[in-house]
């Protein structure tokens, strides 16, 4: 008599598997959290780049960071197992931010260490969250809630290092901070290993056995080649967006074999998913926004002392501001799980290009916030508060589009092209934060030492303005392909039954 993997593994045995990817997972974007809050002005004020060079290189890193998965995913899937991938992943993230306390001093070592950072983040990201769709196979219901759950309880992790980052490098300096992105990770690895056998009952044959030696020393060499290879490409902008795109032309080519190999009863599945990919996509260009010219702009344009009144409560230093996004996650995830799961037991389903299209009409709100607070504003200092009320509705877009992604994927694509199609929503992340720096340059002046803040303030009033027409624009988009989408929706759920 067959007997389900819920009878064998009950829901609590589960949710002790989930903390282990979720723990380690928390202390993994406590250090690349912490280390983007202050990689901007890093560049800037440390390593005297201007900001259209900082903004950049920072796109090119983060288009790496995010193509990688793509590579990373097929690994932890077809060769050395998922939790394993994870591991090697965070070992070598951690590796990178100790390495970035040394790039203080050395552009070289900067983008060497960049290159790491990317290579952990490749095999890291894509199989932690294999990990989680694995726990929760056949619990299709919980999937959208245990997605929401963990995207908020990984905010933990970024709020306390983008809060905690920023005052160290202010009294401490920048070896201080990112050194912390290292102690970071590495509780997050001992924690791993004191745990890591919770996860053993859902984890295949492949994941648990030994690797051979050779095995062992063919993916060392293959990470060493790999780095290698990312220190060369980063330190040209335009070289490694022509691989981006070369590899996202090759991603699109697979997707499309991809789906006329597959049993015809899960295509309209990969429809949606790859919509939705792109759609998701789109956000991630304002995504972008926080770490460069969000960033540039609190240090240029905002106050940095929060009043009540006349009253004052505290300063904050510029890279603070980004934990507006992480804060705002872990105070509305809660209750959009609740919202979710009272609406599942009403045995009603809120579809998630309905949750895609609330969710850029936030996007818009947000930068319309920025843009008319920047238009009525009669000095160049604007008020902290405009930070939190544009954040607040950023991150809450953010929950119901890119904070689904992972959710999309796990609902409708099947278990053994998991990994592979993880890896390439990131890599679609990564073009579109490469894109979005590109548009952040719309509000660099050609020499930002001379600019005056009236300057500056027209040049982010202009900004916010082109990504608040952008975002309706997208909106309206979204709305027009919603019948179609229902339609497959509805198409793929009668082929599963």
């Known amino acids: 008599m067959h007997t389900s993997s819920v009878t064998i593994h009950p829901f609590r045995e589960k949710n002790r598997a989930f903390s282990v990817v979720l723990f380690i997972e928390l202390w993994e974007r406590f250090g690349y959290y912490g280390m983007q809050s202050i990689l901007v002005l890093f560049l800037i004020n440390r390593m005297h780049f201007n900001d259209q060079n900082a903004n950049l290189l920072i796109g090119a890193f983060s288009a790496m960071t995010y193509a990688a998965p793509v590579l990373g995913g097929w690994i932890g899937d077809k060769i050395i197992g998922n939790r394993r991938a994870m591991l090697y992943g965070s070992i070598i993230l951690a590796m990178g931010y100790l390495l970035l306390a040394e790039a203080t001093h050395d552009t070289a070592i900067l983008y060497l260490t960049m290159a790491v950072i990317s290579t952990g983040n490749g095999l890291f990201k894509p199989n932690a969250a294999t990990l989680v769709r694995r726990i929760y196979d056949q619990n299709d219901d919980q999937l959208d809630i245990a997605f929401t759950l963990y995207y908020m309880a990984v905010n933990v992790g970024s709020t306390v290092s983008m809060l905690l980052c920023p005052i160290l490098k202010d009294y401490y300096g920048w070896s201080a901070a990112f050194i912390t992105c290292f102690i970071g990770l590495v509780l997050g690895i001992l924690n791993y290993f004191a745990t890591h056998k919770r996860l053993n009952p859902y984890l295949p044959k492949k994941d648990q056995d030994p690797l051979s030696w050779p095995v062992q020393g063919l993916i060392f060499l293959g990470i060493v080649t790999f780095i290698s290879g990312m220190t060369f490409l980063i330190q040209s902008a335009t070289l490694i967006a022509a691989c981006m795109w070369a590899a996202a032309i090759l991603i699109f080519l697979l997707w499309i074999i991809m789906y006329y190999r597959i049993d015809s009863s899960n295509r309209y599945g990969l429809k949606i998913m790859y919509i939705l990919t792109l ?125 689904l992604g992972l959710a999309v994927i796990a609902r409708y694509v099947p278990a053994s092209m998991n990994g592979f199609m993880t890896g390439s929503y990131f890599m679609a992340s990564g073009i579109s934060l490469y894109i979005g720096s590109k548009i952040a340059n719309l509000a660099a002046s050609k020499n930002i030492n001379t600019a005056t803040d009236h300057l500056t303030l027209q040049l982010y009033q202009n900004l916010f303005l082109n990504l608040f027409i952008a975002a309706i624009i997208v909106l309206i988009l979204l709305v027009v392909l919603y019948p179609l989408i229902q339609k497959w929706d509805r198409n793929f759920k009668t082929n599963q039954i």
């Open 279 to 403: 759609e998701g996509m789109l956000y991630f260009i304002f995504y972008q926004q926080m770490s460069t010219s969000l960033t540039l702009f609190a240090q240029r344009n905002i106050n940095p002392a929060f009043y009540i009144g006349s009253y004052h409560l505290f300063n904050w230093s510029s890279g603070q501001f980004q934990a507006l996004n992480p804060i705002a996650i872990i105070l509305l995830s809660p209750i959009l799980a609740k919202l979710y799961d009272y609406i599942n037991r009403q045995s009603y389903d809120i579809s998630i290009a309905t949750k895609f299209i609330t969710g850029f009409s936030f996007v818009a709100f947000a930068f319309g916030i920025w843009w008319f607070a920047c238009f009525r504003s009669t000095t160049p200092q604007l008020s902290s508060w405009v930070m939190i009320y544009g954040y607040f509705f950023l991150s809450l877009g953010e929950l119901l589009t890119s904070g």
